[in-house]
């Protein structure tokens, strides 16, 4: 079997930053080939190969190769070294029910799950930490990326300032079509709307856009943030999109390790 294609992310030399592609693992039909997410419907066994092939390109033990069970919501699990020394469950209690996750442990690999909704990769240079965003639409409205940035600063004594951040791949304003509800949702909490939507037949919200504009909105200075432009809808073959292939399909990873 050969290595899983990844995209990677030149955020520091001390950091190995992420996300999956579909190539390179052994999941069949929507699931192919290379998904790691157990939540998703695909055949536990080749989730566990693929989970092994992963943890043998970047050098960590399957223990050590985390991601939570999402939920559309903005909690934030904080992984710390006595994490490793909990028993099974109560590390599996720790990352449910979460959107991000947060941890400045060196040799972990920690991350989110994604297929059109919006990655994002929030590292601190100076406190060397990261949080890792699982940000759909409804994450985004709720601005679980500002939530995040303060978490860093309260948990880390972080400053925006010395942060680094990524927006992976996700579905684009072009493809994320939406009713006047979800429309509704962004106005309604405060977001402008000129900004981050347009309408054609229907609205159209700009999801990556809006996740900067948070980012910003916290301080991290815009020319720290790289936005890598892959729309997960219109890049199917390489990227898994819940609005092309249905929901019972694979999962994007997107992760990071700190060195």
Known sequence: MKAPGLTYYDIAPQVTAFSSTRHGGVSRGAYGSFNINPYCGDASEAVTANRETLCRLLGVDDSHLLLPHQVHRTEIAVVEPDFFSMSACRRKDILDGVDAVMSNVPGVCFGVST???????????????????HAGWRGTVARI??????????????SPHTMKAVVGPGISGDAFEVGDEVYDEFLNNGFRM????????????????????????????????????????????????ARRLGTASGRIFTGVVLK
């Open 115 to 133: 297929a059109d909704c919006i990655p994002v990769i929030i590292y601190d240079t100076v406190c060397h930490a990261a949080c890792v965003v």
């Open 194 to 241: 000129d900004d981050i939507s347009f309408r054609r037949d229907r609205w159209h919200i700009d999801l990556p856009t809006c996740n900067r504009l948070q980012l910003v909105a916290s301080g991290i200075p815009a020319g720290n943030i790289q936005m890598c432009g892959i729309c997960t809808y219109n890049n199917s073959a390489d990227y898994f999109s």
């Open 145 to 158: 990326a500002e939530k995040a940035v303060a978490a860093m600063c309260r948990r880390y004594g972080s």
